[in-house]
């Protein structure tokens, strides 16, 4: 069965328009092959329309190119055609991606089960607080955190990891499953009013990577930002 999934990106929303081209180029795949994660489907490829200003020069195409290329080969999810458009707009990208499920074994979002238990994949906030640092940075107000920290999180911001390689293990173990891109809080509590019921989630237990750790006990206000901003592309899943 066929699995489609289509998710826009643009300059000054999801990305500052100043990132590196292949890191947007990236995000912009990563989000869609995220979606195909979380229902269990296997990548097959995908289309692309690129709405850019007149003023995008060849060096950027080039590392956009590159950025897309990297991405598409890690997933085996092929380039299979789109569009390009001149415009007075802010850059956009929109990708419909493509995915394939063995017939009636795509995982939904709607079917936990009393006595599940709740898993995510990687770690939560890490984009969402590595957005906050470079706002705050950007604003005069940089974080005395160690550069090591600071890098990963840019990074995580900057560029999704979309767990493809679960697809298969959900399909044979989840009941109910999506990605993370609207904050951990917010998704989980989609998930489980579908379900029509509640979750007890200890917040200890919510996987931190050291980066967003350090953070928090540098601003333990942060801890709210980690559960609630977007950007995770994690997968959670009920079994």
Sequence with gaps: ???VTTDAVVAGVHFFADDPADTIAQK?????????AAKGAD??????????????????????????????????????GGDTV???????????????????????????????RLFVTGTIGDAAIGLKARLDSRGGSPWPLA????????????????RF??????????????????????????????????????LDDVPHSVAARAAIRLRPELVETALTGGDDYEVLAAV
């Design 1 to 3: 069965q066929l699995v």
């Design 28 to 36: 912009a795949l990563g989000v869609n092959l995220s979606d195909l």
């Design 86 to 116: 001149i415009s007075k707009s802010p850059m956009t990208l929109s990708i419909t991606a493509f995915g394939s499920v063995p017939a009636g074994q795509m995982v939904r979002r709607d079917g936990a089960q009393a006595g599940d």
């Design 165 to 202: 390689a679960i697809a298969s293990v959900l399909r044979s173990h989840a009941h109910a499953a999506m990605d993370i891109s609207d904050g951990f809080v917010g998704d989980l509590s989609k998930m489980i009013a579908l379900a029509g019921m509640g979750a007890d989630i200890r």
């Design 43 to 80: 990548p097959l490829g995908f289309v692309l329309s690129l709405i850019m200003p007149k003023e995008t020069s060849e060096a950027w195409l080039a590392g956009f190119a590159s950025g897309l290329q990297a991405m598409s080969a890690a997933a085996a999810c092929p380039l299979l």
């Design 147 to 162: 550069e090591d920290h600071l890098g990963f999180l840019d990074q995580r911001y900057l560029v999704p990891r979309p």
